[in-house]
C-alpha cells in the first residue's frame, strides 16, 4: 500500500464505527486466507492488529468513563 493509501485507511480507523471496524476485520481475515504475497499479507496482518488495537482502545475507554460515573 502507499502512503495515500495509509493514511485513508488510519482515518477510516479514527472515524468509523465498530461495527464497521468489525466488517474490516472479518474481510482483511478473508484476504489472508485468499492471497498468498508475502506483501500484500504483511499489509494485511498490519491493518488487522491496527484495528485490534482500536478496538481495544475504544472498549478501554468505554470501562473508564463507566468506572468514573
Known amino acids: 500500500m502507499d502512503k495515500e493509501e495509509w493514511k485513508s485507511f488510519l482515518r477510516f480507523i479514527d472515524e468509523g ?3 464497521e471496524l468489525q466488517q474490516r ?3 482483511l481475515q478473508k484476504v489472508l ?4 504475497d508475502p506483501g500484500v499479507r ?3 496482518r498490519r491493518m488487522l492488529r491496527l484495528v ?6 475504544r472498549q478501554n475507554l468505554s470501562v473508564r468513563k463507566k ?3
Open 42 to 44: 504483511s499489509d494485511a
Open 52 to 57: 485490534d488495537e482500536e478496538v481495544l482502545i
Open 67 to 69: 468506572a468514573s460515573r
Open 25 to 27: 476485520k472479518k474481510a
Open 33 to 36: 486466507t485468499l492471497v498468498s
Open 17 to 19: 464505527s465498530e461495527r
